[in-house]
């Protein structure tokens, strides 16, 4: 029990090791996908207190509060609602036994330690998420020029006039309008299922 204590104290339970895909099924995080929608684990880490389970939909996090408490708190992170931003990795020095992946995803900066042994495990996980990042980037510019041209679209056709058209017609057509932009928006540039990019990088050796 001291020992335990001590390595909360020192943060080595927060080194974290890759675990290996025939090992999915004995992590807590695996009865939480969402395998009806196609969801599945590319890629996990296990420390003495967390889970960091990246699946091709989401960010799962086992929470837990120590390594001396079983209590463990689940939250999740769909890409599809959580920008992933700012991924860095730090390598381990010399006399560093760790390695960290930072990243924000929505609002939630997280930092993952990992034993240096697994160093080119974590590079194909970084890869995976510099990846990510620039593809949401690139689609949040994109759906920011639709809006654009949405706002200025629909701003013409309300200065138009009616013409012909009564006010609820021309009403109608502007929703219309609106509502088709808006699934073309979604369509093309929100993107749900990183599967592509995870087989890329994860799945390569």
Same mark, same amino acid.
């Given at each position: 029990?001291?020992? $335990? ?8 339970s927060?080194?974290?090791? =890759?675990?290996?895909? @025939? %090992?999915?099924?004995? &992590?807590?995080?695996?009865? #939480?996908?969402?395998? /009806? $929608?196609? %969801? !599945? ?5 296990k &420390? $003495? &207190?967390? %889970? #960091? ?14 390594? =001396? ?5 689940? $939250?999740? #992170?769909? @890409?599809?609602?959580? &920008?992933?931003? +700012? ?9 560093? +036994? ?16 990992? !034993? ?9 996980? @970084? ?18 020029y ?18 012909q ?10 929703? /219309?309008?609106?509502? #088709?932009?808006? +699934? %073309?928006s ?10 592509? =990019? ?8």
């Amino acid at each position: 029990m001291i020992k $335990k204590f001590a390595s909360d104290a020192l943060r080595l339970s927060d080194i974290g090791k =890759v675990i290996e895909p @025939y %090992e999915y099924d004995k &992590t807590d995080s695996d009865v #939480y996908l969402l395998y /009806e $929608k196609g %969801e !599945h684990i590319y890629f996990l880490i296990k &420390t $003495k &207190t967390d %889970e #960091y389970c990246f699946t091709n939909l989401a960010l799962i996090h086992m929470d837990g509060d120590s390594a =001396v408490s079983k209590k463990r708190t689940l $939250k999740r #992170y769909d @890409y599809k609602f959580n &920008t992933i931003r +700012q991924v860095s990795f730090e390598t381990a020095g010399t006399i560093d +036994q760790d390695l960290e992946i930072h990243f924000t995803i929505g609002e939630t900066a997280f930092c993952i330690s990992l !034993h240096k042994n697994f160093s080119k495990k974590a590079k194909d996980l @970084y890869k995976c998420l510099v990846t990510m990042e620039r593809m949401m980037r690139e689609n949040e510019k994109h759906r920011n020029y639709m809006f654009d041209s949405l706002e200025f679209a629909t701003r013409s056709l309300g200065s138009s006039g009616h013409g012909q058209s009564s006010p609820g017609e021309s009403f109608k057509s502007i929703v /219309e309008f609106t509502n #088709y932009w808006l +699934q %073309e928006s979604n369509r093309n540039y929100s993107k749900e299922d990183y599967s592509d =990019v995870f087989e890329l990088y994860i799945r390569r050796n």
